[in-house]
């Protein structure tokens, strides 16, 4: 077990990828602290007796700083928060665009900044951001907030993961195609999802497990000399 006596951050385990991470490096022996926004499911994470489910809204300051206080160093952090937004830009509004950059940015980057300030961050440890090849090669229709905070992502990954080295924390992020989730078939039809797979040389759209593995390892020890790096991981389509 590559994550064996690791104590590993998931922020955003109210999504199926999330939870699908957490789990994952629960199986791979890390003890899981897994946050999630006011989610009334029920949870996959409920019966683990080795995580800790808790709440945390990232569009809150002081709740970042009180939740980050709490925590016991920490060899690992996975951030999986931000979802699809689709509007045309005539569509968008000065307080839309706001909000949605707290979930997508601010407020992560703000946890960073906060863990780094306490000092919750082991030396040798890894932080691993979800990202997107929208953020990195690809646009799309309606996508501007979407991209833009997916790229912003990126930007703040490669400063953090220079200014942390020499306390030998890495700093990577997952560019993930499209990921088949139940959020997914909220916004698209089946069709519509078909077609998507039909465009991907692999012939199928990412499944949790694909990104929840790539997680996995650039938190291990396996990935110690991989720090700054954007790890695209979408079926060949950035290829075409």
Known sequence: ?????????????????????????????????????????????????????????????????????????????????????????????????????????????????????????????SIVILSSISGVAVGSKGGSLYSATKAALCGFMKSAALELAPQYIRVNCICAGIVNTPALHDTFSSEMIANFSLSYPLGRLGTTKDIAQASVFLLSDNSDWITGTELIIDGGYCLQ
């Open 1 to 125: 077990m590559i994550l064996c006596d690791k104590r590993i951050l998931v922020v955003g385990a109210s999504s199926s990828l999330g939870e699908q991470i957490a789990l994952s490096c629960i199986d791979e022996g890390a003890t899981v602290i897994a946050t999630k926004y006011k989610s009334s499911k029920e949870h996959l994470l409920s019966g683990s007796t080795c995580v800790s489910l808790q709440s945390l809204d990232v569009r809150n300051e002081n709740a970042i700083s009180d939740f980050v206080e709490s925590l016991k160093a920490l060899d690992g952090v996975v951030l999986t928060v931000g979802s699809p937004c689709l509007r045309n830009l005539k569509s968008e509004r000065y307080d839309h665009i706001e909000e949605y950059l707290k979930v997508g940015f601010t407020g992560l980057a703000t946890l960073i900044s906060y863990l780094v300030k306490y000092k919750k961050l082991n030396s040798h440890s």
